[in-house]
Every structure is written in C-alpha cells, then in structure tokens.
C-alpha cells in the first residue's frame, strides 16, 4: 500500500496533589483526625495515524505511573498502567467502519510488602456510521465497546470511606442514534 498521510502525536503529563483531611468530631485523645496523602501521577504516551485510499489504521502506547503515600497507612502504593490501541477505519461509500483492539494491563504493588495486584483486559470494539442521510433514519450510528476503569487511589485509600477492595469496573457499552441535517 502507498501511504498517503501520516501523522502522530506524543504527549506528557505530570501532576503532584497533596491533601489534607482534618476531621475535628472524631473523638480519640488528641481530638481530632488529621491524614496527609501524597499523591503523584505521570503519563506518557505516542498515538500514530496512517491513511491510505480508504482505510485508516490508528495504533498507540500510553504509560502512567501512580504513586501514593499517605500517614493513614504505612505503605506506599505504586500502580503502572500500560494501555495499547490498534484502529482501523474502512471508508466505503455509504458507510464508515470501524474496528478497535485495545489492550490494558495494571501492576499495583505495595512498596513495603509483597501484595502485588496485576490485570489485564481485552478492550475491542466496532463502529458503523452511515456517510449519508437514510430515508427517514437520517445519518446512522451504531457503536459497540468494552471498557475498563480501574479505581483511582481516592477511591481505595481516602481515610474512612476508601475502599481497598474495590474492583476494576467493566463496562460493555453500546449505543444507537441518528443524526438529522436541515438545510
């Protein structure tokens, strides 16, 4: 195939929070609750896009590293979080399909402990989008997913209502519209 387009993207974030929670009804001895979290969170990643006649292939890496250290626990937490897409668009004359693969893979570790959490999902995916109006159905989408969220540290580890033993949530999403054109 000749290539006709190719363009990429690489992005970098970083981003430190520091919180504290002051809880002055708690009764114990000193008369308060007083937690402190660290929080830092980097991201890094490359997305890619090539076209050809009527096919595009988008494909990426994503890496983000978190890290949490808080005086309401001992342990530090680390979660690496890897994610991996592969695209491909085909352009017909009436419709646009499409079909997604994408991969993601968590490690949480406890730094001073051998508790070590790791998953995987499997994260595919296809979109059909009509190109023109259809009768009365007007410009047609259809797409079906599966997703995956992991729970962010606020949500596990935040003084009285974290929850550690969350789990990731899995999502199977799908969706139907149409869209309408007046001139």
Request: a positive charge; zero cysteines.
């Amino acid at each position: 195939f000749k290539v006709k387009k190719q363009v990429g993207r690489t992005y970098l974030s970083y981003r430190y929070d520091e919180l504290i929670y002051l809880d002055s009804a708690y009764l114990n001895t000193q008369g308060y609750l007083k937690s402190l979290y660290f929080n830092s969170n980097a991201l890094v990643g490359s997305i890619f896009k090539k076209q050809w006649k009527n096919k595009t292939l988008v494909y990426g890496l994503e890496e983000q590293f978190a890290y949490l250290k808080s005086s309401s626990f001992v342990d530090e937490v680390n979660r690496f979080h890897e994610k991996m897409i592969l695209e491909l668009s085909i352009m017909k004359p009436t419709w646009i399909f499409e079909f997604a693969s994408g991969v993601q893979h968590v490690l949480t570790q406890e730094k001073n402990s051998e508790s070590k959490a790791e998953k995987w999902a499997y994260n595919p995916g296809i979109s059909i989008y009509s190109r023109r109006m259809i009768s009365m159905f007007g410009m047609v989408r259809i797409n079906l997913k599966r997703t995956m969220r992991m729970p962010s540290f606020n949500e596990l580890y935040y003084s009285q209502i974290g929850n550690v033993d969350l789990k990731p949530e899995i999502a199977n999403q799908s969706a139907f519209g149409s869209d309408y054109k007046f001139n």
